[in-house]
């Protein structure tokens, strides 16, 4: 039986499979392909650089054994770099390169040259004409874990954040996506994160950036020819945070370079953080390539707090600030403010505010005062309960019957609008409505809201619901 390349990398492949876990195996020996077998030299093919360093990091003795068990003692491994070049060139390139610790060989010459190599990165952050290699993190150090209070509204998003933070790029949550209503914490929690990685591991870059300024970035590339140094820059990042992703929604040229900076750095092991105001599954006009990548690791939403969390998130703003304030004040105001916690913190300073430029004692009048015109002044959030109850109300019906598996039309027709308000009012997830009107799922609310639309439309006694029922949620 004649020995070929195949034939000798099937036997080395037996002799690693034995020796590593099956989930390495897979990821790193599996897209491996054999070439050929030249004077006890053997030519693999591997996807990328980077697959070939790591090889060269993790597993070079390894592959040394098993190639030695083989071809004997003067066996030499040719790596074999093949992959289409994602930024344009439209040449795949191949590099032949030598196994490091085989020092009796010359690397032989690249047969294709790699493009883009350019001598000076071009850093987006930095002010022409100022000289600053170092990359700022852009975290603003205020944000952290210590105050970010922890409550069932946000337990699951907190618990992953601090996981990434202690192990960024390590952890299946990568991408960890944090979503959910305007004041909630997403920002702080994506900072906290960062600022903890930092003071963790202090020789990571870590890099926040809104999406509104990534796609700003990119449109200043395209526009000055630098596409490629605006992506280079972006793949040296080893934690990238980016708040408010739907902003890319419709933006095809930006998803497209954030699609091939993200691939890079999973590939990597490096630590994406994307926030954003609604879950993967409600994001218009996002390609859905993107979208699946968004769905790789983990989802948090960060939903609104309940009670006990409102009273703790207060009064630790007032220690923060060395204020004291008497229970029932503090009870009070987390009491009448429940849509988020930043109207909830700038109550509390309204009222320390009004209390010491007017020289007034704090008192449960003047936090009426106060509540009183922050709500008023402030865009009402209608809740998900309220809309049910205004509905059922208009359909005079109890809510558990809103609720309730019954298939009867009128029933049904309320529970349909109902779901439609909530997507209309509120920042709630699809899943999150569903599962708060009778614990549906998000396909059922998907098709309720494309009902209601329809409906609207058809028949002149549906549209007069729609009418009344949004004046009613309007007021």
Request: net charge positive.
């Amino acid at each position: 039986m004649s020995v070929t390349a195949q034939s000798v990398w099937d036997n080395c492949l037996s002799f690693i499979k034995d020796n590593i876990q099956p989930q390495a195996y897979k990821t790193w020996f599996e897209p491996i392909k054999p070439v050929k077998l030249t004077n006890k030299a053997l030519s693999i093919q591997v996807p990328s650089k980077f697959f070939y360093e790591w090889l060269e990091e993790h597993y070079v003795k390894l592959l040394k054994v098993a190639l030695v068990k083989e071809l004997g003692n003067t066996a030499r491994l040719v790596y074999i770099i093949k992959m289409e070049n994602t930024y344009g060139n439209k040449k795949p390139f191949t590099e032949k390169i030598p196994s490091a610790n085989r020092s009796n060989v010359k690397a032989q010459e690249v047969d294709v040259p790699i493009k883009n190599k350019s001598p000076e990165l071009k850093n987006p952050f930095v002010i022409p004409g100022i000289r600053n290699v170092k990359i700022e993190s852009q975290l603003n150090p205020n944000y952290n874990f210590d105050n970010f209070l922890e409550g069932d509204s946000n337990r699951l998003a907190r618990s992953a954040g601090m996981a990434v933070a202690n192990k960024p790029g390590g952890t299946s949550f990568n991408p960890l996506l944090i979503f959910g209503g305007v004041g909630l914490g997403k920002t702080h929690i994506a900072h906290a994160i960062g600022v903890e990685i930092k003071d963790k591991y202090p020789e990571k870059t870590v890099l926040y950036i809104s999406a509104e300024k990534f796609t700003q970035q990119y449109i200043e590339s395209v526009k000055k020819n630098t596409r490629n140094d605006f992506i280079h820059f972006y793949q040296l990042i080893d934690v990238l945070i980016i708040d408010d992703v739907q902003f890319f929604s419709g933006k095809s040229g930006t998803q497209d370079v954030f699609f091939h900076i993200f691939n890079h750095l999973h590939q990597n092991g490096k630590q994406v953080i994307l926030t954003s105001d609604k879950a993967p599954v409600d994001m218009q006009d996002i390609e859905q390539r993107l979208l699946s990548r968004f769905k790789w690791g983990l989802s948090a939403e960060l939903q609104t707090p309940d009670f006990e969390t409102r009273v703790s998130i207060v009064k630790n703003k007032l220690y923060r600030d060395g204020v004291e304030m008497p229970d029932d004040i503090i009870e009070y105001v987390a009491k009448n403010i429940k849509s988020n916690v930043r109207e909830l913190e700038g109550a509390i300073i309204s009222l320390i505010a009004q209390s010491s430029f007017n020289k007034k004692e704090v008192t449960i009048d003047l936090a009426k005062q106060v509540v009183e015109k922050f709500v008023k002044n402030t865009k009402r959030e209608v809740s998900i309960d309220y809309i049910q109850k205004v509905v059922s109300d208009y359909f005079q019906m109890d809510v558990s019957t809103l609720q309730s598996k019954t298939r009867k039309r009128h029933i049904v027709q309320a529970r349909q609008l109902a779901m439609f308000f909530a997507k209309k009012f509120t920042k709630a997830s699809l899943a999150s409505i569903g599962s708060q009107i009778g614990k549906r799922d998000h396909a059922t609310v998907l098709h309720a809201c494309k009902t209601v639309d329809n409906l609207s439309s058809t028949d002149k006694q549906f549209r007069k619901y729609v009418e009344d029922l949004t004046k009613k949620l309007s007021l």
